[in-house]
Structure formats: structure tokens, C-alpha cells
């Protein structure tokens, strides 16, 4: 039995032939699906031209399409949503959509994660797929790989969280407090490293002033050193950004390749790249058991 697995553009996939795109939506009311129709440099490009974006789900048109295929190219499908923290709308429409087409050979897995986290789920998902285990085996095993992930987000300007429409996430109100202040605290030249926690909900980690270069690789540090590194599997990690500018990625991987045997860069897509914020880094690593 062959099992298909599809997934949301926010989870920055390695593989966009069973992806549906996310949509931007810029101020003027005219609407982008991602990667299809704009990218992360074409978003940050406008918005230096004064626009705006918000995001939105992918549209249920979309979602027909996709789980239609899917399901023609296999016998199952599981999808890989956008977290529902952060997007709850894609849980809902493609849980709306799967139910209509056959909610029996269509289930929707919530991935409590987005971007780079949601690059790792896809390559294990699909890993999985390829043993030819059944839909119920997989799920069972991406629950548990879901729990064990870490997710952190090097973000040198916050204060596209509010435009982009992704402030929903159940942040504490101290953290809802800095990143409503981040305009303020960016022009102190202040950077913000921002974590998933395991009900896949962004809250503020930690606050750090300085060069947006010298305080990425010190977040990176902080994540993975000599008294880390034993706490995840080092079998492999996951970097991506925006829009390189400040920040030296291949230094980033340079360092993180000292300590596992694979380092995939697999870059952000535009759905987060409405923040408007060039060189806002993921990193996504497995603790493991």
C-alpha cells in the first residue's frame, strides 16, 4: 500500500510536488499563492517599497486539487499541516477538504512546527513512506518524531509579526509585550531568538543587542557546543533563512557540520517571509529518545 505524503508550503518541503501553496495577501488586496507566484526575495523587495503582506491558508480549491492527485499517485495520503499555533486555518480547511474527498484514505497531522521543523517532518515522513509502512504505522511514529523536535528562529527584526497576521500563537503577554515594542527595541539594535514549544506556539526565548552577524552565530552556539551536541541525534540538522544579507550561512553550516554528519540548508519560503525581516534564520534539530 502506497502512502503519499502531501504538505503545506510553510513547512519549506525539499520536494514541492505534493505541496500546496500558502497565500500572501498584500495590501492592496492582491493575492500571491507561494512559491508558485512569489518568493521570499520578491516579498522583502516589495515591502521595501512600502506594501504589506498578511498570510492566509492555502485556498480549499487548492487543497482539492492536491489531495486529488495525491490520492490518484497512491492509495493514502497523510498531510503534514502548518502548525496549528501558528496557522489553524490550514488545519481546518485541509481537514474540511480531506473529509470531503474520503476522510478514511486522507488524514491531516498537525506538525506543531513550520519552516525549517517542518523541512525535518517532511524528509522523516517520507523516509517512512518509502518502507512501505501502512498510514496508521507512519502516523505513529511521526507523532513521537514531532515531540522531539527543537525549533528556534534567529529573528533580527519583529516587528512584521503583527502585519504578517501571524501573531495569534499563544504567546504569554510578556512576550506579546516585546514583540509589540519590537520597533523600538530594533532600532536599539536589538535581536530576538524566538522557539516553537511542544504545542507548536512561538514564544520569545530570549532577547540579545548587537550585530545581526555576530549574535546569529551566538545563538547557534548557544543551541550546539560540546555540552549539547549529545542531546540531539546527530544524524542531522536543518538551517534556512529568509533572505541572506548580514548573516554568513555557510559559516552557520560550517560550524553545525563539525557536529553532525548531514547539515541540509533548505531555505525559508514566502509565507514567513512576510515578517519582512532579511536574515531571520530557523534551525531545527531531534532530541533524541
Known amino acids: 500500500m502506497k502512502t503519499v505524503i502531501?504538505?503545506?508550503s510553510g513547512m519549506d518541503p525539499i520536494n514541492t510536488e505534493y505541496?500546496?501553496?500558502g497565500m500572501l495577501i498584500r495590501d492592496d488586496d492582491k493575492e500571491f499563492r507561494d512559491v508558485q507566484e512569489i518568493d521570499s526575495k520578491e516579498v522583502l523587495k516589495q515591502m521595501r517599497d512600502n506594501h504589506m503582506f498578511k498570510t492566509s491558508a492555502p485556498k480549499l480549491m487548492d487543497y482539492y486539487e492536491l489531495f486529488t492527485r495525491a490520492l490518484n499517485n497512491g492509495d493514502e495520503v497523510i498531510h503534514v499541516s502548518m502548525g496549528s499555533g501558528i496557522s489553524s486555518a490550514s488545519i481546518t480547511s485541509s481537514n474540511l477538504i480531506a473529509e470531503e474527498i474520503n476522510a478514511e484514505k486522507i488524514t491531516v497531522l498537525d506538525s506543531h512546527n513550520g519552516a525549517t521543523g517542518g523541512t525535518l517532518i517532511n524528509l522523516y515522513a517520507n523516509y517512512l513512506a518509502n518502507?512501505?509502512?501502512?498510514?496508521?504505522?507512519?502516523?505513529?511514529q511521526l507523532k513521537d518524531f514531532i515531540k522531539r523536535l527543537k525549533t528556534s528562529f534567529f529573528v533580527p527584526n519583529p516587528t512584521g509579526f503583527q502585519r504578517s497576521g501571524r501573531n495569534n500563537s499563544e504567546l504569554c503577554l510578556k512576550d506579546k509585550a516585546l514583540l509589540i515594542g519590537g520597533t523600538v527595541l530594533t532600532l536599539a539594535g536589538m535581536k530576538f531568538r524566538v522557539d516553537f514549544n511542544q504545542e507548536g506556539n512561538l514564544y520569545v526565548k530570549k532577547t540579545m543587542p548587537g550585530n545581526s552577524?555576530?549574535?546569529a552565530m551566538q545563538m547557534i552556539r548557544e543551541i550546539v557546543n560540546d555540552h549539547t551536541v549529545d542531546d540531539y541525534d546527530q544524524?542531522?540538522?536543518?538551517?534556512?533563512?529568509v533572505l541572506e544579507d548580514k548573516v554568513n550561512m555557510e559559516e552557520i553550516k560550517s560550524y553545525l557540520s563539525g557536529y553532525f554528519k548531514r547539515v541540509i540548508r533548505q531555505d525559508i519560503n514566502a509565507v514567513v517571509a512576510a515578517y519582512g525581516s532579511p536574515d531571520?534564520?530557523?534551525i531545527s534539530l531531534v532530541r533524541k529518545k
Open 6 to 8: 502531501t504538505t503545506d
Open 19 to 21: 505541496m500546496v501553496s
Open 131 to 140: 518502507k512501505n509502512l501502512n498510514k496508521r504505522e507512519i502516523l505513529e
Open 213 to 215: 552577524r555576530v549574535k
Open 235 to 241: 544524524n542531522i540538522a536543518v538551517i534556512g533563512t
Open 280 to 282: 531571520l534564520i530557523g
